[in-house]
């Protein structure tokens, strides 16, 4: 009998799915184990090699678990809302539904060739109105709460109301928006409906104002900070431009110190962590207030009694260097920048703002070398020295931060002393009248603060307390906390994504019902904003909310009344996989995203597997949502997932074309083979040198003295090389047609060679590698086994088919242990001694690699015990059936199905992990080497618990030991036992 891996892999696949082999119970007398892979996007392209990394590894682990008796729960779905669909349907005008149908169905097929142990039952896809329905609840639950820092937690909206009729805000101690007025009870009880409605906004957690986005023309949205790339869309390579404009925003701010601390409590990897504290970016400092003045001499007065001064607030971590302060710089986009900007430098000034909107927020924070700003003609006056200070604009502070100006004190910081050397501003120094390294500025130690009157002669501790004592003395300033972790915007200019379940009434916001949820995503003839700038929903006809149907009705019927206008946005592509991993729990609930029995049963993820890059997007958002929801009593716990892992990434070997560009041949494309222009280039510095010698065959095909002037590299489909590295010029010139008229210069015996280069995998670098076709030639447990073999989990390693064969190889071994030409070989005989130790060293080893997360080493360690079982010629059922479950969560078929000839009807996945001897490891006998005047003659094998006197009368009395003594007597024997024997005379 042959390894028919092809049958052998479709004949189990299906057993699983009729079967529901890896269904999880939700009520289960068993301890739970919950294994999450990163909700996969289904992109139009399929999966390559480089994509089940994560979810093999994932499986593995969930397979083990169930081995050791666990209820295992290892969900799978679909994060369906998003760009890439959209972007399709405005090319095709095919709906976006369709193609991402499709490609779930594509992705279902690929998954299962695979052999993955999924819950299918519990599929879920977020842009399934049952599932946004839920988002939409939980949006709604963030606009009815409010932060409460007395409490450390999100409340209901309604108790916040309650102590503004009470007692208004002065005592309230809220995460809101900065400069509220205050009111007093009778204020809130005489404000109308909307001007309450208003001010609510300023608390809610999740509110419309208006931010500075970044903002994509071509793509007609808004792009979070880790959709951009160098400046442009990650999707498309577009330019991206700050703007401001009206926006849904959460106020992930209120839980920057939950998101801290809470670190501290998952096992998660330290890289990983350290990302998310940077993001959230705490400093310790204080805010301090500079009154505008309206001319160099004169602090600006209030018009009215009841307006304060205009202030300029910054926030510093550095309040001791505030004597060293010498101009001031704010964001472009600050708000004060219009009211305080003089006649004479509006025009400087606006011109500025324009060329930094071109600038992307990261371009601006890594960019520390160019020196670009404005003077607004404003001045602030010193706190403490009341002298005028020049207010500048700079695209190096940002809108976002702290409060998007600083007080700039040159001789500490880097930037603040560029700018000032670059436009000749004062730069006090007071630090003991001398230069001070940037280094001890930094660390704070020894710094000694001079030429700042009060502070004079204090170190950093003892100037910072001052200065703040001071300031709080004055009304400008008080110490506080601040954090870098913005406020997420979450409105989408974009037709594919969850609708918001929101309607205006005279502009203010107003939610629907929960219990008419969900609110669908109309249909609309055009996915691209409208003619008048309005998202794609405003290309929608039947896009308006009747209060009194309590359903969406057609647009014309807007009267403002009953019926009124629906959001136009949408929500982003995080939210629906903010929460999903909850909706695995119990994803056919409609009564509740999950039921209270089902999240106190499985509580949260034990094993998370995904790739780092989303280590400040989704899982910071997603770690957020959880807080709110067990803030609301939602959820049982405030982490969603215990243990996190980060896969690597494996890579592709793309293959690259030389292309010439030729001196008076541009009308002609010419290619080099590559080995051609090793052999013709020993320098690359020495172009002349080199041109000269590859332009020989140049020289022939055009018929003059036209030379190579440049050479650079092209990519090409990597299924047209061969694993010669050879291409396959016509196939070539089929998949590009444009250059079928192009010159090829081959290598002396015709052939064409290409460039080797590893790098990201990639539709786009053409070096993608199918799943499809492997499982086809080598099976899926090849696939399976290959990945793991690479090399450790988190770690990027390059792809090679070739190197699968090796893994395949030891498949088929693994095949003849068990059967062979005649049938099973598979016997009740009694294990030899070493068969037991192969066994046990073997469940040993892959339960350590296991519980580590060293699945390449198991993989190794599966090699060496079928050989040695293989020299062995071992049979007996005892070592191989363990061994079956051993594999069967790297290779599920091949174990099923040797596991069912096995005379097993029940599936190999319940079959309870073996159980690790050591006594079988434990040596019963020693092979001493024999020595004779310190040199070994030979080997004696003896038992370990022999004492000396009895290993020298066994050695003595061997035949070997008299060949070597022929009669003589020896002087002496030394024996160590365990070790030797040297016989000495």
Known sequence: MIYNFNDIEAKWQKYWAENQTFKAENNSEKPKFYVLDMFPYPSGAGLHVGHPLGYIASDIYARYKRHQGFNVLHPQGYDSFGLPAEQYAIQTGQHPAITTAENIKTYRRQLDQIGFSFDWSR??????????????????????????????????ISTLENIFASEGNSKVNAVCDDNIEPFSAEDWKAFDLKKQQQILLQYRLTYLAETEVNWCPALGTVLANDEIVNGVSERGGHPVIRKKMTQWSMRISAYAERLLQGLEKIDWTDSLKESQRNWIGKSVGASVKFKVQSSKFKVEEPTTSNQQPTTIDVFTTRPDTIFGVSFMTLAPEHELVSKITTPAQKAEVEAYILATAKRSERDRMADVKTISGAFTGAYAEHPFTKQPIPVWIGDYVLAGYGTGAVMSVPCGDQRDYDFAKHFNISIPNIFDGADISQEAYASKDNVVIANSDFLNGLNYKEATKKAIHELEKLGQGKGKTNYRLRDAVFSRQRYWGEPFPVYYVNGMPQMIDAKHLPIRLPEVEKYLPTETGEPPLGNATVWA???????????DLIDNKTIHPLELN?????????????RYMDP??????????????????????GGSEHATGHLLYSRFWQKFLFDKGLVPVDEYAKKLINQGMILGTSAFVNVLRIEDYSDKVVFASSDLLKSNISNKENFTEFALKISEPIFKMTGSNSKVEQVYLLHTDVSLVNSSDELDIEAFKKWRPEYKNAEFICEEDGTFKVKREVEKMSKSKYNVVNPDQICVDYGADSLRLYE???????????????????????????????????????????PSKESLKTLHKTIKKVLEDIEN????????????????LTSQKCTSKEILEPLLILLSPYAPHIAEELWNQLGHNESISSAPFPKFDASHLVESSKNYPISFNGKMRFTLELPMD???QQ??????????????????TPKKVIIVPGKIVNIVG
């Not at 909310?545 to 647009?555: A, G």
């Open 946 to 948: 022999f004492n000396a």
């Open 588 to 609: 056919d609930n409609t009564e509740a995203f999950a039921s209270k029995e089902a999240l106190n049963y499985w509580k949260d993820v034990d094993l998370y597997i």
């Open 853 to 868: 997360f060293s699945f390449n080493t198991s993989v190794s360690t599966f090699m060496i015990a079928v050989n040695e």
């Open 788 to 830: 793991m073999f690479l090399g450790p989990l988190e770690q990027y390693k390059p792809w090679n088919t070739a190197g699968i064969t090796g893994v395949h190889g030891f498949l088929k071994k693994l095949w003849k242990l068990y059967v062979g030409e005649n049938g099973l070989l598979v016997n009740d005989t009694e």
């Open 545 to 555: 909310w009747d209060t009194n149907k309590n359903e969406v009705v057609s647009n």
């Open 951 to 968: 290993i020298e009368e066994a050695v003595m009395a061997n035949e070997k030991t008299q060949e070597q003594l022929q009669g003589r």
């Open 570 to 582: 949408t929500m982003p592509g995080w939210a629906g996989s903010s929460w999903y991993f909850n």
């Open 123 to 156: 599929e879920v896809r977020t842009s399934d109105p049952s599932y946004y329905k839920w988002t939409q609840w939980i949006f709604i639950q963030l606009f009815n709460s409010w932060y409460n820092t007395d409490s450390n937690k999100a409340e209901d």
